[in-house]
Nanobody
Framework: QLQASGGGLVQAGGSLTLSCAASGSIGSISVMGWYRQAPGKQRVVVATITSGGRTTYIDSLKGRFTISRDNRKNTVDLRMNSLKPEDTAVYYC???????????????WGQGTLVTVSS
């Protein structure tokens, strides 16, 4: 299970940090990431991070967004700076989790957290 938090209303130019925590019987987590879905659009990847800390970002967000994770706490954060109205979307966390006693990874989605950027 993934629980996301941190969304809200912010003015353009402001910052927000989204957090997501994985819970349950966790053996290991490989890739964690953040996706977003703007109104009327498809869900797209924003950023991902491996257990070793390797990150990827959608090109248009490089330099404004930073993804990080805490492997001990099984959490992933997304720091969003210089927010723009076009960043308005529901943000979802995602993770590949191997449950204790299992031998394969399953993909999980958080419930989504709404970020609204006003102009």
């Amino acid at each position: 299970q993934l629980q996301a938090s941190g969304g809200g209303l912010v003015q353009a130019g402001g910052s927000l940090t989204l957090s997501c925590a994985a819970s349950g019987s966790i053996g290991s987590i490989s890739v964690m990431g953040w996706y977003r879905q703007a109104p009327g659009k498809q869900r797209v990847v924003v950023a991902t991070i491996t257990s070793g800390g390797r990150t990827t970002y959608i090109d248009s967000l490089k330099g404004r967004f930073t993804i990080s994770r805490d492997n001990r706490k099984n959490t992933v954060d997304l720091r969003m700076n210089s927010l723009k109205p076009e960043d308005t979307a529901v943000y979802y966390c995602n993770a590949n989790i191997m449950r204790t006693g299992r031998y394969s990874y399953d993909n999980y989605w958080g419930q989504g957290t709404l970020v609204t950027v006003s102009s």
